[in-house]
């Protein structure tokens, strides 16, 4: 493996560095919060970009840059990952502190939730401590209001020696002034004296003691003060950082270390008490604060939230009613694709007429012809017209989970399984994430803090199906569960994906029970999970958002690969070797392994040659199909049946195949991303072995059972 | 003298002081930085479907914590 959590981090760190890539004019300005306080809001708002943001911690696990301008200076943000304190828990915190230690930002903006001040205010705190070119960006402060919540801004400037703005970032208020105050900021200015704490005597001694011998170590890079307090605390993982960083070794000053000795004998402290005593202080100089500036009207854990919470995560209803959501998010996009599909088909089918006789016109020779009509262009119809719709509709729908803080008590109300298998709580988050992308699950496991637990949500991420894999699922489901669908019937089909959901998490709890008592023992670590006040929705974001965001992407790259992939399945099919085509020997080469799985070598071989992209396997199946016999018209599902069917697709055939889509090999974006994130080849290798087996195995059983029992 | 008791006894519905943290190293610092020092009020808000984690409100923040972490957390009961 090889690879330590630290080393992770300043991997991480110097890729920020390296892409940023600004001119001396430039002005770096750094965003620092809490998760989920809305910073990547923020950061889309200021720069313009379009980062994905959710309501559930963890969302931001690696830093985005954007720009803006204002009065015309160049201001390039870095969107950090949320960090509760400077005292880094996982590889995401720790390049939140690397940046805010070492990055040099030119002002470091610190978003605090309005709704929650009093937490949030000792990240703000420590960063005080730190530096004097802040600004507290007090963000959701439309949201306190509802909540009753009343926050004095003036008072808390004042007290904090620094500016701080309001705002709402989600529809833009107050970004002028933040702005505005970045800009002073940056500029010289104002200059603004932060407030510091005064700790008790005996640490106020201590730092006394120590200052000299780090400032003749470090001359005055970092403030020497704080410094002394992180020595006190003992945080060992800073100074390797130091070391990394700015090449001073502070663990082999003899005089602080003796000092440090010292003083810790005389005082009769140890690094906890140190650090007990530290947090102490600022919690109650918070308090202080917070007495003075934040007026309560109302419980702030309102109690719309808390109801809600009552329901969706009672003992009684909270699993059913996770199942009922996603069961009738299957429906109402199973219900709804039908008929914008085969509009698409009709469409499609009357743009070839067209597209052919100019080509004809054009004298284009029929090879050629083939590649472009029957290959290239009947694939590139059919991944648009099959995937499109499930996808304009599924992808808004669970956006708006996401949005709605529905996520988080998912983790919730699952985190006791996980726990069963020894492995991490947030694993459930990050399996939530590949229910949208199986590479954006990979990288999100960077939240998980314990090298071996993240090891396992890597390697089982891909039991989830994604975004790519869903259509497909539902297409079948439909096709062969629930066509000619009364109402009754689509409820069958969302409920055979459903139940393809719950096995896809059994699946990923039972490999990570294996893991983690084979190849990566161990017993889970610690870990709290924050549930986030339910935030309203926009929306027209919503759909903007997942439409461009997400289905716009997912579509424009399975038609990158869909096109050459049409073509090599044209002239494999129209390449004669001996009597037969190229695709009928690769696919009988297949075919027997394939059939004792229940499979056929044509569904296989789409698979393999999906590789790159799973949601190209449904179209490239229908074009090896079509590409043997004589072509079909394929106006709806119903023909697309019955080309199955005549293919010898029985129902067993589709059950075998969408368990198949459950279990295979993840997509290659997936499998590099592993790769990147392990830089391990093994442990990439082996996330591309264990669902394939379990997918090989699952169908081999079923297939057999069934026959041998003779269902069919 | 009130009763003192791990957190993750404490019934849910019931509000609780802080006394003492056992956790040590990593885990400790995590609970300071949720704010968990002595004599923070911690209510204790429902318990996940499955039993396990427990879901607390601390200074305004909803955090649910397995009961191995809420263990190491002795509090008093608060009337």
Known sequence: MGLTQQSMGFYFLKEILKEKAVSSEDIIIALAGNPNTGKSTLFNRLSGLNQHTGNWPGKTVSSAQGVFYHKEKKFVVVDLPGTYSLFPNSVEEEVARDFICFGSPKVIVVVVDATCLERNLNLAMQILELCNNVVICVNLIDEAERKGIKIDLAALSRHLGVPVVGTNARDGVGLDELKDAVYQIAMGNMISIPYKITYDDEIEEAIRILQPSIEKFINCVIDSRWIALRALEGDYNLFSAFKYFLNYDLTISEELQQNLIKIKKQFNLSDDICRDKIVENILKEIEKISSKVITYNLNPYSMLDRKIDDIVTSKLFGIPIMIIFLAFIFWLTIKGANIPSEILASAFDYLEQHLSKLLIFFGVPSWLYGILIHGVYRTLAWVVSVMLPPMAIFFPLFTLLEDLGYLPRIAFNLDNFFKKANAHGKQALTMCMGFGCNAAGVIGCRIINSHRERLIAILTNNFVPCNGRFPTLITLSSMFFAYNAGALQSMAAALIVMLGVLLSVCLTLFFSKILSNTLLKGLPSSFTLELPPYRKPLLGRILVRSLFDRTLFVLSRAIYVAAPAGAVIWLMANTYSGSKTVLHHVSMLLDPLARLIGLDGFILMSFILGLPANEIVLPLLVMSYTAQGALVELADLNAMKQLFIDNGWTWLTALCTMLFVLNHWPCSTTLLTILKETKSLKWTFLAFLIPTLSGILICFILNQTVRFLCLI | ?79
């Open chain 2, 1 to 79: 003298m009130a009763q003192t008791l791990p957190l993750h006894l404490l019934k849910p519905g019931s509000l609780a002081r802080v006394k003492e943290l056992k956790a040590k190293g990593n885990l400790r610092k995590r609970m300071l930085d949720l704010g968990l020092i002595k004599n923070t009020i911690v209510e204790s808000l429902r318990r996940s479907p499955s039993g396990d984690p427990t879901a607390y409100q601390i200074r305004g923040a909803v955090i649910a914590l397995r009961s191995e972490e809420a263990s190491k957390i002795i509090v008093e009961l608060v009337k």
